[in-house]
């Protein structure tokens, strides 16, 4: 009996083998065949551990499984070493822009305060924002209303300009009727280090014609602090008679 090349090492029989010698060399390849039967049947993982389509197999330990049964629709599979798995299904993180507030624009102004330090990013959308007079919208920071920033208007194309707030240099124009939308942009809003920069962008009707207005502004605020409240006005002591504002954070 000799030892030909097999996947496992198997001793098998040759066609030189007498057959009387058979018998024995049957039972000594069936008995390595049934060991290494064995030793794979251990080592498999039964597909009855898992009970339901979604179902996850995951280790718990060195040369042990479980399972982990599907999550709920929309849900994604997070690490977490506190669990027997060191996973588990949890919500898909936030991306993108959150909501952090949103309101209805009247009087002399509107602050948002208690601002979230949470994102890297501020993004306000100011939509139909009505004065009772002509005027441009203004934002000011944490209450600032002092010579602290410098806006720099392209619709103009000079220098820039100092200002008691952060402007839409061209907002809504139109004082009696018409639509509008203006957004700024504040960017890491919340380091302590660095002085904070935003823009602005703005499309509106000019009360003079039936024609619209867009307009891009630089801004810069003069202070290293978190951005913690914003307030919005017109700046030439207008009072909104009509619109909202919606405060997203960015990731």
């Known amino acids: 009996m000799a030892n030909p090349t097999t996947n496992y ?26 060991t290494q039967m064995l030793t794979n049947a251990n080592a498999a993982i039964a ?23 599907v999550g709920a629709n929309d849900t994604v599979l997070t690490a977490d070493s506190t669990t027997a798995t060191g996973l588990k299904w949890a919500a898909a993180a936030a991306g993108g822009m959150t909501e952090l507030a949103t309101g209805s624009m009247s009087g002399a102004s509107v602050t948002i305060s208690s601002i979230s330090g949470s994102y890297k990013n501020l993004q306000l959308v100011i939509r139909n924002a009505l004065p009772s007079a002509q005027d441009s919208v203004g934002v000011r920071f944490n209450s600032d209303s002092g010579t602290n920033y410098l806006n720099y208007d392209t619709s103009l194309g000079g220098s820039g300009t100092d200002y008691n707030s952060t402007r839409a240099k061209a907002a809504s124009d139109q004082h009696t009727s018409g639509t509008n939308l203006i957004t700024f942009n504040v960017f890491d809003y919340a380091n302590t280090t660095t002085r904070k920069v935003s823009d602005s962008l703005s499309i509106t009707q000019n ?45």
């Open 9 to 34: 090492g198997f001793v098998l029989p040759t066609p030189t083998d007498l057959v009387t010698d058979l018998p024995a060399d049957f039972d000594v390849a069936l008995q390595g065949v049934d």
């Open 47 to 69: 597909k009855t551990i898992v009970d339901a389509k979604g179902d996850i197999i995951a280790a718990t330990g060195a040369d042990a499984v479980s399972r982990l049964a």
């Open 207 to 251: 009360n003079a014609a039936p024609t619209f207005n867009l307009a891009s502004t630089r801004n810069s605020w003069n202070n290293v602090a978190a951005i913690t409240a914003i307030t919005m006005f017109w700046a030439s002591a207008a009072t909104f008679t009509a619109g909202t504002y919606i405060l997203y954070g960015v990731k």
